[in-house]
């Protein structure tokens, strides 16, 4: 079936200091799944980070990009100077065709220190 | 802007209790959903609802029921809560089904633990 992974559950960078979560992905039902990055604040609900639709296109919320490589079935969260705001969990999930389920990763835990 | 609401926001049970969980919304939306997460993993769907009185299963429905009586609410029962169980069990809804770049809003959570 398919699947969402997140190597790293946890990733400590330094304020300023640029950021890669990474994200790969299987889809065994689809060619192109849709894909997004969820993110979860301290004492927040889920909610949604950005998406793209489209294989090759870059999406942008907040200062982060992620681009929809299909020749690495990939979907790494970039940021180029974080902060300690964004001290939080990200997931990377994918939409299954067929069941239309959305797929989550494991997660990664990103601390950053002042 | 809306808000989804789970409650209780911390269950313990005992072995073998049958134990629900309840979510409210009040987006107007028509599909809801109910995720599991287990430590170190990914959510995993339990049930979703696409409207009223709709129920459907997903990956990991088996040991759970679950009532949409209302377009606002979406209950889940854990039929026979196993020992030494320790989950987080998300509610989400969004707007409606069958579009696959559907935004989901989720509430905060149950966290559940089985003496």
């Known amino acids: 079936g398919d699947s969402v992974t997140q190597t790293e559950g946890q990733v400590t960078v330094s304020e300023s200091k640029s950021l890669i979560i990474n994200c790969t992905y299987s889809?065994?039902?689809?060619?192109?799944?849709?894909l997004f990055w969820y993110v979860r604040y301290p004492g927040e609900g889920l909610q949604l980070l950005l998406k793209?639709?489209?294989?090759?296109q870059k999406g942008s919320s907040r200062g982060f990009e992620a681009t929809y490589n299909k020749e690495t079935t990939s979907f790494h969260l970039q940021k180029a100077s974080v902060q300690e705001s964004d001290s939080a969990v990200y997931y990377c999930?994918?939409?299954?065709?067929?069941?239309?389920?959305?797929?989550f990763g494991s997660g990664t835990q990103l601390t950053v220190m002042p | 802007g809306g808000i989804i609401t789970q409650t209780p926001k911390f269950l313990i049970g005992q072995e073998g209790q049958k134990l629900t969980l309840k979510c409210q919304q009040n987006f107007n939306h028509d599909t809801m959903y109910w995720y599991r997460q287990d430590s170190g993993k990914g959510l995993r769907l339990i049930y979703y609802s696409i409207t009223e009185n709709d129920l459907q299963k997903g990956d990991l429905s088996e040991g759970y029921d679950a009532s949409r009586e209302k377009k606002s609410s979406f209950s889940l029962t854990v039929t026979s809560a196993q020992k030494n169980e320790m989950a987080v069990f998300l509610c989400?809804?969004?707007?409606?089904?069958?579009?696959?770049?559907?935004?989901?809003?989720f509430g905060h959570g149950t966290k559940l633990s089985v003496l």
């Open positions: 889809a065994t039902s689809i060619a192109y799944p849709n």
């Open positions: 999930a994918l939409v299954s065709s067929g069941s239309w389920q959305l797929i």
């Open positions: 793209v639709i489209t294989a090759g």
């Open positions: 989400a809804s969004s707007i409606a089904s069958g579009r696959s770049n559907e935004r989901l809003f």
